[in-house]
């Protein structure tokens, strides 16, 4: 059977890392997205908004994927709109690939906040579950556009006889820019801003995630699994946490993160600090850094999203992820979390994104 990969956000920090490894692997792989990667070899670039079902339809006409990733998402300013907007994303693209039936299995991305409740709810009292999370939590009995998300999934593969997967990642750490969520670049810019103007490198958050054990997801992590699930009969119809396989301190890490960039670490100090607060005036210093160095991103927003890490860094208990399951199933790939930040570091720089 030919591989034929279509890859839904191709232009995220997720899409974009697994169609490099399936364009590595010899998939014949698309990338969709309302404005297309360009920049990836041989990826084949399908623009479209999962939004539009007719203008969909017409994008895919001639596409006949076996495999299908969905990693993206629309934050929207309630989580009923959330659940509205993203279960449509979903519906409509199995609808518009339904015709052909090609597809043999759909990979959807969601996340922790399956256990961890939406962001208006965010691991708040009475939805704090026992870690290391497990995939047999229960669903929270609250409103979660993952869910919905998932619930799409479960009936086009119903309708359509294809097999599935949820993967869900905690912090994704690779490159992209224009991220929603992009925990690692936001702390790469900010130390680079704190380098450029002598500022100390404060810890952001919770006394809880300073002094408890944490764990984070490579990108590239991520993208192996998404393979691995979507080709390995033993995975099919499954739900998969997916992290590095370690577990770290932000107490230790965070200085070495600050060593990495030669300046100077503050962790907690008994009350949180936010991020977004600590940058909200940053937007033209890093434009001078940016132009001083000859960067290719100006635009602060486009590269850190500081409203996010002040969400995962302020979180009121450790989280960390149990990836048992996977591994009694034969995925073993794992990665060291400290040198995944300074990998992505080194990417970041190589790619002139920092200085």
Not at 262 to 276: A, D, K, N
Request: aromatic fraction near 10%; include cysteine; glycine fraction near 6%.
């Amino acid at each position: 059977m030919d591989k034929i990969a279509l890859v839904v956000g191709a232009s995220g920090i997720t899409g974009s890392n697994l169609a490099i490894k399936l364009i590595a692997d010899g998939w014949d792989t698309y990338g969709l997205a309302r404005n297309p990667n360009l920049e990836i070899n041989n990826l084949k670039p399908v623009a479209a908004d999962l939004l539009d079902l007719d203008g969909l339809k017409l994008s895919l006409a001639e596409i006949k994927p076996t495999h299908v990733y969905i990693t993206t998402w629309m934050r929207n300013d309630t989580e009923a709109e959330n659940i509205r907007v993203n279960s449509l994303m979903v519906r409509n693209l199995l609808d518009a690939l339904s015709v052909h039936q090609s597809v043999v299995h759909v990979a959807l991305v969601t996340g922790l906040k399956h256990y961890l409740g939406p962001f208006e709810a965010y691991a708040k009292d009475g939805f704090l579950p026992e870690t290391p999370l497990r995939e047999e939590h229960p669903r929270l009995d609250i409103e979660n556009f993952y869910y919905a998300q998932e619930d799409e999934v479960y009936a086009a593969a119903a309708r359509d006889g294809f097999s599935w997967s949820i993967h869900r990642p905690h912090t994704v750490i690779g490159q992209a820019v224009g991220n929603a969520m992009n925990l690692g670049t936001t702390l790469a810019v900010y130390a680079s801003i704190c380098k450029a103007t002598g500022r100390k490198f404060r810890w952001p958050g919770s006394a809880a995630q300073w002094n408890g054990l944490s764990d984070v997801t490579d990108a590239g992590v991520l993208a192996e699994h998404l393979i691995w699930a979507s080709t390995t009969e033993a995975a099919k119809n499954e739900a998969f946490n997916v992290v590095n396989g370690d577990v770290f301190r932000w107490s230790r890490l965070w200085k070495r993160l600050a060593a990495y960039f030669q300046i100077e670490s503050v962790g907690f100090e008994g009350t949180i600090c936010p991020l977004e607060q600590e940058m909200k005036d940053d937007a033209e210093v890093w434009r001078k850094i940016a132009v001083e160095h000859e960067l290719k991103e100006t635009n602060l927003s486009r590269l850190a999203s500081a409203w996010h890490t002040d969400l995962d860094l302020g979180r009121p208990i450790e989280v960390m992820t149990d990836m048992s399951k996977s591994r009694k199933k034969g995925f073993l790939v794992f990665q060291d979390t400290e040198d995944a930040f300074y990998k992505l570091f080194d990417a970041l720089r190589g790619s002139h994104l920092i200085p």
